[in-house]
Structure formats: structure tokens, C-alpha cells
């Protein structure tokens, strides 16, 4: 099994759409984790931190769930901008992420 | 806002040549790290660092060193180009912050093609 692991999509979804992804994590002992975005050809960067309870920016939810080792990402009113590959990122009690594959999301007119 | 830069954005060079990949951060970080991204198998650590010339190996260190001689700087080293070290190469830093991982930021990329 992989330390961490993300469906790769695409999630293609319409403008205004709700599209949710999840994360799985094989360390229960992991400690800190992360949703990046990364765009085509470009670097990854950090879109949010996921915290026990819960962290909400705009549009964007990320939730943890320790019990079922996941975490989610949910975007509510997809924007043409929102179009990218979603990276989550995971400690193993280190200095170091652990990085899924990524979900490509789509979203079309 | 971090900046982390890479010496070059894309590099061309033939499979024997030594290459040298050159990070800087200017956000006083302790931890940098090199990746490599590739298609299908997204990104893997090759080193990373703690300090100033502490390193340690990350999941495919073959074919790489690095060396930190100064806390803004680490530099991956191919000795020896091949063409399966043709990639995207991602320098990032963090603090260090005890048992908690912080967040990491990364570079533009390097994106390098060994003929």
C-alpha cells in the first residue's frame, strides 16, 4: 500500500459545480497535513493547511478524518481558475512530506 | 513572501556531463529538499537537508549528491548525466519546527533533458 494515495481524475466538472476529492494516509502517527496546487508545468503551492478541526478559505474545505485516515479537499462554485492538479502532502512525524500523485480537476464552461 | 529560486529554468546536457542544479531560499529556512517529478509517479524525494552540511537521503538518492555549504543554498549534483535523470527537479524549504512539519515551499522547477 502507498504511504499516501489520491485518485489521479480527471474530475471533470462544470462551472459551479461542487467537486470533493480525498487523500489516504497509511501512518496513523502523521502529525501535519497539506493541499497543494499545482499547475501545469509549474511548481506546486501550498493552497491550505488541514487542521483536526477542519480549515475553510472561501470556497475551499479541507477536513481530516483520523479514524478512516483521510483527508478531503472540497471546492463549492468551481471557477474556470480552479482547473489544476491538487497534490496533498503528508508528515510521517519528520522534517519530511510525503507527497500523493495528485487529482487533475477539469472544469469546463 | 518565500522565495525560493532555482538556478535555471530549463537545462539541456548530454548523458556523461556533470550537472550542478543550484537552490537559494531567502527565508532563513533550516530544511531544503530536492525532488524530481515525473509523470504517473509525481513527486520523489531524492535528498534533503537539516542544516548547513547535514544531509540525508531521501527515497532515490542514486546518482545524485548534494552539498550545503551555506544555509541559503543547496545544490543537487549529477555526476554523471543519464538519460533517465531527464525530469522536472524541485528545490523547496521549510522551517524546522520540532516534531510538527511545517509547510514547505518550492521553486519555479529546473526542467532538464539529458540527450
Known amino acids: 500500500r502507498k504511504e499516501v494515495e489520491q485518485d489521479p481524475g480527471p474530475f471533470n466538472v462544470p462551472e459551479g459545480a461542487t467537486v470533493a476529492f480525498n487523500c489516504t494516509y497509511s501512518n496513523s502517527a502523521s502529525q501535519s497535513f497539506f493541499w497543494y496546487r499545482q499547475d501545469c508545468r509549474k511548481e506546486p503551492k501550498l493552497l491550505m493547511s488541514?487542521?483536526?478541526s477542519g480549515n475553510e478559505d472561501g470556497r475551499f474545505t479541507a477536513q481530516l478524518n483520523r479514524a478512516s485516515q483521510y483527508i478531503s479537499l472540497l471546492i463549492r462554485d468551481s471557477k474556470l481558475s480552479d482547473s489544476a492538479t491538487y497534490l496533498c502532502a503528508v508528515n510521517m512525524n519528520t522534517d519530511k512530506l510525503i507527497f500523493g500523485t495528485g487529482t487533475r480537476l477539469q472544469v469546463f464552461p | 513572501d518565500v522565495k525560493v529560486t532555482q538556478s535555471s529554468r530549463y537545462l539541456v546536457k548530454r548523458t556523461g556531463e556533470k550537472v550542478f542544479l543550484e537552490c537559494v531560499q531567502d527565508?532563513?529556512?533550516?530544511?531544503m529538499f530536492w525532488y524530481r517529478q515525473d509523470p504517473g509517479l509525481g513527486l520523489r524525494l531524492i535528498y534533503f537537508?537539516?542544516?548547513?552540511?547535514?544531509?540525508e537521503k531521501g527515497d532515490i538518492p542514486e546518482g545524485y549528491s548534494v552539498s550545503r555549504e551555506k544555509k541559503e543554498r543547496f545544490s543537487l549534483i549529477l555526476e554523471s548525466a543519464s538519460t533517465n535523470q531527464t525530469s522536472m527537479y524541485l528545490c523547496?524549504?521549510?522551517?524546522?519546527?520540532?516534531?510538527?512539519?511545517?509547510?514547505?515551499?518550492f521553486g519555479p522547477g529546473t526542467r532538464l533533458t539529458v540527450l
Open positions: 537537508s537539516y542544516d548547513v552540511k547535514m544531509k
Open positions: 488541514v487542521y483536526s
Open positions: 523547496a524549504s521549510s522551517f524546522s519546527s520540532g516534531s510538527m512539519t511545517d509547510t514547505q515551499y
Open positions: 527565508m532563513d529556512h533550516e530544511n
